[in-house]
């Protein structure tokens, strides 16, 4: 019983000492505990033109990403200045989801907007008449999917859509 116990704790220590190395930084302003980049649930959901392809709730944070044709880019909101410190991104979200489910995107990175566009998720492209539009809660992103934040519980969408 007490060996369980002892076994139970230093599972739970283990688990805890590799979230906190893997977790994003927590920054400390005066006395009030401030969080950046702060690990966020949101659902994403990938909707390609014969149905749902993917849809889960997911872990995230703004990170580097990598993809095959755009290479390794960051992907934490600080893209184009648009926030000043690092933030979760729906970008990011279809990043981690596709790394903890064993499917792939790729995108194109722009120098010119500091960001991917994300042309082929799950091995679906737009093929020159349909593309990846982002939604989140619904609303297209008037930025890329590097430079906008996203929060706790939101909708992240990637929906293949025709011209
Ligand atoms: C046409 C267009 C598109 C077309 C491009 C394909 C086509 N049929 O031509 C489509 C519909 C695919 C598109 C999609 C999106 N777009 Co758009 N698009 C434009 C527009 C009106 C013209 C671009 C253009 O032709 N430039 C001229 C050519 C010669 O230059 P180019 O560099 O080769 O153009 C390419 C890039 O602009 C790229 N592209 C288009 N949109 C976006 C968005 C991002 C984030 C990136 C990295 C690249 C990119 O596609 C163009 C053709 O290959 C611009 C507005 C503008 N005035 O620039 C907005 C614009 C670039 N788009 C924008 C946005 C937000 C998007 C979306 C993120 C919208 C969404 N929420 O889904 C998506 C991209 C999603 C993704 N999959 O990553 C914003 C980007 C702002 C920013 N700072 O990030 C702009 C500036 C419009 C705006 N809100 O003011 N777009």
């Excluded at 200045?81 to 979200?93: D, L």
């Excluded at 903890?100 to 998720?121: P, Q």
Aim: glycine share 12%.
């Amino acid at each position: 019983m007490r060996t369980t116990l002892l076994r139970r704790a230093a599972v739970t220590t283990t688990a805890l000492g590799l979230a906190l190395t893997t977790a994003p930084a927590v920054a400390q302003a005066g006395t009030t505990a401030s969080f950046t980049n702060a690990p966020v649930r949101v659902t994403v959901t990938v909707q390609g033109p014969d149905g749902l392809l993917f849809q889960k709730k997911v872990f995230t944070w703004g990170h580097d990403v990598t993809t095959t044709t755009g290479g390794t880019h960051k992907c934490d909101g600080t893209n184009g200045s648009a926030h000043a410190t690092k933030v979760p991104t729906p970008t990011a979200a279809l990043d981690h989801a596709a790394k903890r489910n064993g499917f792939t995107w790729d995108g194109t990175w722009y120098a010119s907007f500091d960001d991917f566009s994300v042309d082929t998720v799950k091995g679906v492209s737009g093929g020159g008449s349909a593309y990846w539009s982002i939604s989140v809660n619904g609303t297209p992103t008037p930025v890329g999917g590097c430079q906008f934040e996203i929060e706790n519980g939101d909708q992240v969408a990637f929906t293949w859509t025709s011209f």
